[in-house]
């Protein structure tokens, strides 16, 4: 069970993140999350959206390089020692993860993580065992509904 992520070169000047986002604007694209690793040359923007499919066609219609990449969503208690059960858990059944970042939802008491691992399926499992809810897209959706 995973979402879509977009990931999205972005050069490393001023302006450009701004110039991005309008364009999301402009498409009436939700971000749900967002995450950027830079270099000196350039960024990347990681972003999980209410539509991937059509982020996809109105990013690389602007002339933006991108690439779709399978996450894991996670739900989890939000209170301290949860993302170093969850992690432990993940390491213990030798999952690697490669990057990780957070997002909030209107939602009490709940935490909210995406993680790149190198065995979805397998991290699903390992979650699921462990009390952490895996979310889908439809999901995902429905979390951002009123």
Request: hydrophobic letters at 40%; glycine letters at 6%.
């Amino acid at each position: 069970m995973t979402i879509n992520q977009i990931s999205v070169f972005l050069e490393n000047k001023p302006g450009q993140l701004a110039e991005f986002t309008r364009l999301l604007e402009e498409n009436q694209i939700d971000m749900r999350a967002l995450s950027i690793a830079e270099t000196q040359d350039f960024g990347i923007l990681r972003l999980i959206v209410d539509d991937p499919y059509k982020t996809v066609n109105v990013v690389k219609e602007a002339g933006y390089i991108c690439a779709v990449t399978p996450v894991l969503a996670v739900e989890l208690s939000d209170k301290p020692g949860s993302l170093v059960k969850l992690l432990t858990a993940l390491g213990e059944g030798g999952i690697n993860v490669e990057y990780s970042y957070a997002f909030t939802a209107r939602k009490k008491d709940v935490a909210y993580m995406v993680f790149r691992v190198n065995d979805p399926e397998k991290a699903v499992g390992v979650l699921v065992q462990n009390q952490a809810r895996p979310l889908s897209q439809d999901d995902l959706s429905s979390l951002f509904s009123d």
